[in-house]
């Protein structure tokens, strides 16, 4: 018979930080600066694409008035 139950408890203790420790890192989700960092990008894709296309009407009114002048 085990005449010290305090050794159970403390061969136990690293098992069971392990386990706290791994379900509380498991538990977290992206912090509000990653969060922010994909609001950032998202924003920065569709101001691209923006900007593609007025580039894209730019060009194209250019064009339009080259061969108007031309006529």
């Not at 609001?39 to 900007?51: C, E, H, S, Y």
Request: proline share 4%; with cysteine; charged share 20%.
């Amino acid at each position: 018979m085990n005449t010290h139950p305090g050794r159970c408890v403390l061969r136990l203790l690293p098992i069971l930080g392990a386990l706290a420790l791994t379900a509380l890192l498991a538990a977290c989700g992206p912090s509000e600066e990653e969060l922010r960092l994909a609001a950032l990008q998202q924003d920065l894709t569709l101001a691209n694409g923006t900007i593609d296309s007025l580039n894209f009407t730019v060009e194209s009114t250019n064009l339009l008035i080259d061969e108007m002048r031309d006529r």
